[in-house]
């Protein structure tokens, strides 16, 4: 058996390192697999880039000009289906194809053509929406029955609304493709139920991370930062910081806080972040390994992940692994990291009742670090991604 998985990276960013945490799992097991991905070279052995960061980059330009997000890359797409050829695999995983690295209308012709069995991790919602991979925010419903006069097409085109176009693609070339469709979460799962794709199967396999990098990790953080004991660290975490992942909150939070109890400490933030946030906020940039973001989740106190827009929320996992509980929206698929044991959600928007939830935490202290590390052994990424090679076989 050959399994390839198909993604815009190999190695980077959280869909990079499933496919090659996945592609591991298969080489114990001694299956044969590749990862083909486009952009930024990786050094994971088993991967093969089809396309570069120019090519993709000129892409890009082209779909932005002419509209067609997801039906450009023509070249691009030639160059990975002669890979295909070549390994003539069993078994192909899709991954994140809106990455400007694909045509979908040549790749899924192919793989029907080919009777090829196909699995595919949403890892948003871009695959049943003519151009958003997310559309909560904006409240967007049109893709239920069908999209068109997308409110966001500027995002993605400088000139062209083609939502209409793009969604009835995607629509009539899925058909009858041999698909099973894998989401992270459960409400992720429930809106492909309500999607064109509702007779496909979906499957429901939660990310993982690993815990013997996420786990209870001693530092000097409170030393290095002058944090006294006794106030409560309230740490936020994202590697896009907008208005998406809730920055607003914890400014409005930083304000309304008692400052000699509570030190908001933000990592994976910028120079453009910091111009935005109130002197108070502790700014970290970058941490240097996943070890130091261990070290960091250890030390806080609380986790408070107030994003709009969440398929799963690794990072609610990654604070629990190392013992401490967490606060978020009740959004997306957060929901699903938490229970009564280890954390507690509120009403998305809701400021003040999240204020008045990480007050009532950090007082009353409902949580202990046993229950939130137990909780995170639910989500070992050997467990989940073991949950992917039952479906192939």
């Not at 799992?25 to 050094?43: M, V």
């Not at 106030?231 to 907008?242: E, Q, R, T, Y």
């Not at 990480?358 to 949580?367: A, D, G, H, Q, S």
Request: aromatic share 10%; charged share 25%; glycine share 6%.
């Amino acid at each position: 058996m050959i399994i390839v998985q198909i993604n815009a990276t190999c190695g980077v960013g959280s869909t990079g390192k499933i496919c090659v945490e996945v592609s591991k799992l298969l080489s114990q097991k001694g299956i044969e697999n590749y990862i083909f991905y486009c952009g930024r070279k990786s050094d994971y052995p088993l991967g093969l880039r089809y396309a570069d960061a120019s090519q993709i980059k000129r892409e890009a330009l082209r779909s932005h000009i002419n509209g067609r997000y997801g039906f450009n890359s023509q070249g691009i797409t030639r160059q990975l289906l002669r890979q295909l050829d070549r390994l003539r695999p069993d078994i192909v995983h899709l991954h994140n194809l809106h990455g400007h690295n694909c045509d979908l209308e040549m790749l899924f012709q192919y793989l029907k053509e080919k009777h090829i069995r196909t699995f595919w991790t949403f890892h948003d919602c871009w695959a049943f929406t003519a151009y958003c991979p997310h559309f909560v925010m904006t409240q967007c419903g049109k893709w239920r029955e069908g999209c068109h006069d997308c409110p966001r097409y500027h995002e993605f085109s400088f000139f062209f609304d083609r939502s209409k176009e793009l969604y009835q693609k995607k629509k009539d070339l899925i058909s009858g493709m041999d698909l099973t469709i894998i989401t992270p979460s459960q409400w992720l799962a429930d809106l492909v139920k309500q999607s064109f794709l509702h007779g496909y199967p979906v499957e429901v396999i939660h990310n993982g991370i690993d815990l013997t990098v996420f786990k209870p990790t001693a530092s000097d953080f409170r030393e290095k930062y002058h944090i006294p004991m006794g106030k409560n660290i309230l740490l936020g975490v994202a590697f896009d910081w907008s208005g998406r992942k809730g920055l607003d909150v914890f400014v409005k939070l930083a304000a309304r806080l008692d400052p000699d109890k509570y030190q908001i400490v933000l990592t994976g933030t910028n120079d453009r972040v910091d111009r935005l946030l109130p002197p108070q906020i502790i700014s970290i940039h970058r941490t240097s390994s996943r070890r130091e973001l261990a070290e960091i989740y250890t030390a806080a106190d609380l986790f408070v992940n107030p994003t709009r827009e969440e398929v799963f929320g690794l990072v609610n996992v990654e604070a629990l692994a190392c013992g401490t509980p967490g606060v978020a929206f009740d959004t997306g698929g957060s929901p699903e990291c938490y229970d009564e044991t280890c954390g507690s959600v509120v009403p998305c928007d809701d400021v003040d009742v999240m204020g008045q939830e990480i007050v009532r935490i950090c007082e009353k202290k409902p949580f202990n670090r046993k229950a939130c590390i137990e909780r995170a052994m639910m989500f070992d990424s050997m467990d989940r991604y073991q949950k992917y090679l039952e479906l192939y076989i």
